[in-house]
């Protein structure tokens, strides 16, 4: 039986026990349904010969060989992480279309005695859902964008929020990046597929009712690009500003990307990125600084020549309505108070 997803909320309704993808591991690392595990029934190479035989061979050849190699990989996958399943396991399966892939597999898991289904239209259906929720359906609730030169602790205070009743999206944290040159995370970032569809969901969930606030960023959090519709809403929505002095922020840099300052070449590497945007005496500077361990003087100046200026033009471009909030510091033990004061704003502007 094929199961028809008319929603991306129905994935979490349907109770089976495992979602399985059967896709070749290349198309799975790409995207893949949410707690979906990786059991392929043809690898990449392999994927890739029967494509080749289709084409200049024979569809009935392919179609031979691929049988023969799907029951293989089968094989050694009942075998594998398919041994301990009881006879009450229920999976779900899916592959690129609903097609042979899948509809072969699941086959074998039903003689088996499983209770199997597999999606109508395959990941292929899913992703049109994901396209849909992003590109076709006008935001449900009204954005709020937080906002704050870079070392204001936007991303700590939004993570913040929620405790305090107000709903949020992390885009940094969806894109696994702190959307500066400086702001590469262990792990790189998803693909665009992948990040499309932590997004999609997160927005799926939203109260329209509720505001949402997301921080300020850019049209792409690293390589990620936002979606047109989210964007331009970011771009005329209300702003809150978190208002602190460079020094507190220098100070918040520092112990925010203690991970940079640790791999000094690493650092030292992103600072040369910035030769194109500064004077070559300006990122020496900067390089000494490094060099010698003056984090708190180098992320000052850092903000004061390069990333304050910038903010300030972007920003003065925005004619949005915008209330700030000031910040005595930026302590750990600073930012709950903060954090209270950033959602009485937000939830003083639902109206």
Same mark, same amino acid.
């Given at each position: 039986m094929a199961i028809t997803l008319t929603s991306l909320s129905d994935i979490y309704t349907l109770g089976f026990d495992d979602i399985i993808d059967v896709r070749a591991p290349a198309e799975f690392a790409e995207d893949h349904l949410p707690g979906a595990i990786s059991l392929p029934v043809l690898s990449d190479a392999e994927r890739a010969e029967v494509g080749t035989i289709y084409k200049q061979v024979s569809p009935f050849k392919a179609r031979k060989v691929g049988a023969a190699l799907v029951a293989k990989n089968a094989a050694a996958h009942l075998q594998g992480p398919l041994a301990d399943k009881t006879g009450a396991?229920? +999976?779900l399966v899916y592959c690129w279309r609903g097609g042979q892939r899948s509809g072969s597999f699941a086959s074998i898991l039903a003689q088996i005695?499983?209770?199997?289904?597999?999606?109508a239209g395959?990941?292929?259906?899913w992703r049109a859902l994901v396209v849909k929720q992003l590109y076709d359906t006008p935001l449900a609730s009204r954005v709020v964008v937080l906002d704050?030169?870079?070392?204001?602790?936007?991303?700590?205070?939004?993570?913040?929020?929620?405790e305090r009743g107000v709903q949020v999206i992390d885009l940094e944290g969806l894109a696994r990046h702190r959307g500066s040159l400086f702001g590469h995370m262990p792990g790189g970032q998803p693909s665009q597929k992948a990040f499309e569809m932590a997004l999609a969901?997160?927005?799926?969930?939203l109260d329209p009712s509720r505001p949402v606030v997301v921080e300020a960023e850019s049209s792409k959090v690293g390589d990620c690009r936002l979606p047109p519709e989210l964007w331009k809403a970011m771009?005329?929505? +209300?702003?809150v500003v978190i208002a602190a002095t460079r020094?507190?922020?220098?100070?918040?840099?520092?112990?925010?990307?203690?991970d940079m300052v640790a791999d000094r070449d690493r650092l030292a590497g992103v600072i040369n990125l910035l030769r194109g945007a500064q004077a070559h005496d300006v990122v020496d500077e900067w390089l000494r600084l490094a060099d010698g361990g003056a984090f708190g003087a180098l992320a000052d100046s850092l903000m004061e020549l390069h990333y304050d200026p910038?903010?300030?033009?972007?920003?003065?471009?925005?004619?949005? +309505?915008?209330?700030?909030?000031?910040?005595?510091?930026?302590?750990?033990d600073d930012l709950p108070a903060l954090a209270d004061a950033v959602a009485a704003q937000v939830l003083g502007q639902r109206a």
């Amino acid at each position: 039986m094929a199961i028809t997803l008319t929603s991306l909320s129905d994935i979490y309704t349907l109770g089976f026990d495992d979602i399985i993808d059967v896709r070749a591991p290349a198309e799975f690392a790409e995207d893949h349904l949410p707690g979906a595990i990786s059991l392929p029934v043809l690898s990449d190479a392999e994927r890739a010969e029967v494509g080749t035989i289709y084409k200049q061979v024979s569809p009935f050849k392919a179609r031979k060989v691929g049988a023969a190699l799907v029951a293989k990989n089968a094989a050694a996958h009942l075998q594998g992480p398919l041994a301990d399943k009881t006879g009450a396991w229920k +999976p779900l399966v899916y592959c690129w279309r609903g097609g042979q892939r899948s509809g072969s597999f699941a086959s074998i898991l039903a003689q088996i005695g499983w209770r199997v289904d597999t999606i109508a239209g395959g990941y292929k259906s899913w992703r049109a859902l994901v396209v849909k929720q992003l590109y076709d359906t006008p935001l449900a609730s009204r954005v709020v964008v937080l906002d704050g030169n870079t070392g204001s602790a936007k991303t700590a205070i939004l993570n913040l929020l929620p405790e305090r009743g107000v709903q949020v999206i992390d885009l940094e944290g969806l894109a696994r990046h702190r959307g500066s040159l400086f702001g590469h995370m262990p792990g790189g970032q998803p693909s665009q597929k992948a990040f499309e569809m932590a997004l999609a969901l997160a927005l799926a969930k939203l109260d329209p009712s509720r505001p949402v606030v997301v921080e300020a960023e850019s049209s792409k959090v690293g390589d990620c690009r936002l979606p047109p519709e989210l964007w331009k809403a970011m771009r005329m929505a +209300p702003r809150v500003v978190i208002a602190a002095t460079r020094g507190c922020r220098a100070e918040y840099l520092v112990r925010a990307y203690g991970d940079m300052v640790a791999d000094r070449d690493r650092l030292a590497g992103v600072i040369n990125l910035l030769r194109g945007a500064q004077a070559h005496d300006v990122v020496d500077e900067w390089l000494r600084l490094a060099d010698g361990g003056a984090f708190g003087a180098l992320a000052d100046s850092l903000m004061e020549l390069h990333y304050d200026p910038r903010y300030e033009k972007h920003r003065a471009r925005m004619a949005v +309505p915008f209330v700030e909030v000031p910040a005595d510091g930026l302590a750990e033990d600073d930012l709950p108070a903060l954090a209270d004061a950033v959602a009485a704003q937000v939830l003083g502007q639902r109206a």
